[in-house]
């Protein structure tokens, strides 16, 4: 098909679909460039549909990243929705990027984004729309190379068979270097495979097709070795030394249709310091680094200007630590209150919030609080080091009722390592004890619509925790928790919902697996899964049938608890903390022993000794608790 006739049919049936605006580009603030021989074509593809992706605030960093570069080319592809795709393989039309409407199996890259284990059908089913062989061994000299960062590739394995690199960590800097060696590979003639050898070298790249994996009869790995000299060993993750003064786009793409995330959400720093050990992401995006108030000032600034959203969210694992919130959410409302610009947290620990905070949110906007207490009881809560305690969560939610907020929503987990029955009944006390905090501000305080949501979340083991080991309970355990907890919630103010445990067993199962995991991944692509994080779009029999086709045992990888000297699929990954340490961890969570959090000492988890050679600007573990780890070392 030739490009114009292409582009014209893509016209033609954007007519059909339901949101044909997520599909045509040209948005606010986009992207377009001229092409040139030099120009280097990446495509950012996100494994959903639009209204998912463009609430990614990685994507629009490495968006504005790559495109400040002269001689690249960075644009956006997504997941097409279900009617989409069926005209597109009716007409026979390629997925194509929304800047240049251009088929990215032309481009020099693809990149994806897994957030996710559950997007990975949508990843095949991307490639396969775009007529480039799944599998790496299967692709030609002239395919785009494809690339996999995020979360998700801190277990690469399950897609080794699919992806020719994976960035291990932030890739600020990865990128560019990786790009500095594609010019390089472009000039010399040299092959495909020359070129993955070269991309190897670069710390925080891992190349899968260069390694071995030996089994033992039992299942489990044996060895995991390099099969050539460029590919290293033990890959280090990449981090960004200073937040202040690495790249953060100026500008952002706006919509013209409703997203997800539909206010300018802004980084105010990375890492977490309280340790749950429940979070893969406390672990492996230590160290926590902030940037600094006149930065964050100066760049929301900026950024409102440059798009005109009239809400800000204050991003990060857990807002409510920046060293600065108070002053910063003080700040941010004295400047923009005349302008009915609001500000939001979106990550706030139960012991973080204040009723400064609480006054300075609600000058603009008062919606709903969400507040998450992850177990029913103390003793759950020291098992998981989720170091808050009740009085703490009912000071906060009767703070927010005095200030006329209404609705609160509660998190937690169903299935968490030791649970019983009665962690499960805290939940329900815990949220009654919520509502009585309502009954006890005077009527002329109180929201007159109270609701607390009470919603559950099923635990799944994630690797580089103290839980990796854990086995996940089972389906027929989680339904019979969630049932259990349902009936013991009577009160008409509290609302409850749950996650499907069909859902995250196969989370568990891709979260820890190995690469024997990517027959089964195919197989079930073949048989028709696609969004398989859509309840409406989950179909677990086809899962179960492809499991049965490729023979094998998902519950050697959900519910079997790891031996300690096992080789873990992810061991040749080093994020700075230690396997030692999340050990140790493992072993307080079962006596319920506590660890304190980066603010107020150091637990020699390993990232000091990993970042030591490296400037760590506006680090707690380096301007803090360095001095409390030499004196330990001492």
Not at 169 to 177: H, T
Request: glycine share 6%; hydrophobic share 35%.
């Amino acid at each position: 098909m030739k490009l114009n006739n292409f582009k014209n049919e893509v016209n033609q049936i954007l007519s059909k679909v339901k949101k044909p605006i997520t599909y045509t580009g040209n948005e606010v603030n986009s992207i377009h460039k001229e092409l040139t021989e030099d120009t280097i074509r990446f495509a950012l593809a996100f494994p959903d549909i639009y209204e998912v992706g463009m609430s990614h605030i990685g994507t629009k960093i490495l968006y504005g990243l790559l495109n400040s570069y002269e001689d690249i080319w960075a644009e956006r592809v997504f997941a097409p929705w279900q009617d989409m795709e069926e005209l597109m393989i009716e007409k026979g039309i390629p997925l194509y990027a929304l800047e240049s409407m251009d088929p990215i199996k032309n481009f020099d890259f693809i990149g994806f984004s897994l957030q996710y284990e559950m997007s990975y059908t949508n990843l095949l089913n991307m490639l396969k729309l775009s007529h480039i062989a799944l599998q790496s061994k299967d692709r030609l000299e002239s395919d785009p190379i494809i690339i996999a960062g995020g979360p998700c590739t801190y277990n690469p394995e399950p897609l080794a068979d699919f992806i020719d690199i994976f960035v291990i960590g932030e890739s600020e800097e990865v990128l560019p270097e990786l790009m500095d060696a594609y010019r390089e590979w472009k000039k010399s003639g040299l092959s495909r495979q020359d070129f993955l050898k070269r991309a190897a070298q670069i710390e925080g790249i891992y190349v899968p097709q260069f390694y071995n994996v030996e089994y033992n009869g039992n299942g489990t790995i044996k060895s995991f070795t390099p099969t050539v000299v460029q590919a290293k060993p033990i890959i280090k993750k990449r981090f960004i030394k200073d937040l202040n003064n690495t790249y953060y786009p100026e500008n952002l793409i706006v919509s013209y249709t409703q997203t997800v995330h539909d206010r300018l959400s802004f980084e105010i720093f990375r890492g977490c310091p309280h340790g749950c050990r429940f979070c893969q992401a406390g672990q492996i995006y230590k160290p926590v680094r902030e940037k600094s108030l006149n930065r964050i000032m100066d760049n929301i600034d900026l950024l409102l200007k440059n798009t005109g959203y009239e809400e800000v969210s204050l991003a990060s694992l857990s807002s409510g630590d920046y060293s600065n919130i108070e002053t910063l959410i003080s700040n941010l409302m004295q400047k923009y209150e005349d302008k009915k610009i609001g500000v939001s947290l979106p990550s706030l620990r139960i012991d973080s919030l204040s009723i400064d905070m609480l006054k300075e949110m609600e000058k603009v906007k008062r919606s709903s609080i969400t507040l998450a207490p992850e177990a029913g009881t103390q003793r759950l809560r020291d098992v998981i080091n989720k170091n808050v305690k009740e009085e703490d969560l009912l000071n906060t939610v009767s703070l927010a009722f005095n200030e006329g907020w209404g609705r609160i929503k509660l998190y937690f987990m169903t299935g968490l390592p030791t649970e019983t029955d009665k962690d499960i009944e805290g939940i329900a006390q815990i949220a009654q004890k919520v509502v009585d905090e309502y009954f006890k501000i005077p009527k002329e305080n109180r929201n007159k619509n109270i609701q607390v949501i009470v919603s559950t979340s099923c635990f799944v083991p994630k690797p580089f925790t103290p839980f990796q080991w854990v086995g996940q309970i089972n389906t027929e355990e989680f339904n019979r928790r969630q049932s259990y907890l349902k009936s013991l919630i009577k009160n008409r103010r509290i609302k409850y919902n749950w996650h499907e445990s069909t859902l995250s067993y196969l989370e568990a199962v891709f979260a820890r697996g190995d690469r024997r995991l990517g027959k089964v991944l195919q197989r079930a692509f073949e048989l028709g899964c696609r969004f398989d994080s859509w309840s409406d779009c989950f179909e677990p029999e086809k899962w179960e049938q492809a499991f049965k086709d490729c023979e094998i045992n998902s519950d050697f990888y959900a519910l079997r608890q790891r031996d300690a000297s096992e080789i873990l699929p992810w061991d040749f990954i080093d994020i700075g903390v230690t396997k030692d340490f999340l050990r140790l961890e493992w072993e307080k969570a079962l006596l319920g022993i506590t660890s304190t959090n980066c603010k107020i000492g150091c637990e020699q988890c390993g990232i000091i000794e990993f970042t030591k050679d490296n400037l760590i600007k506006n680090s707690l573990c380096l301007n803090k608790d360095l001095k409390n780890y030499d004196q330990s070392q001492n």
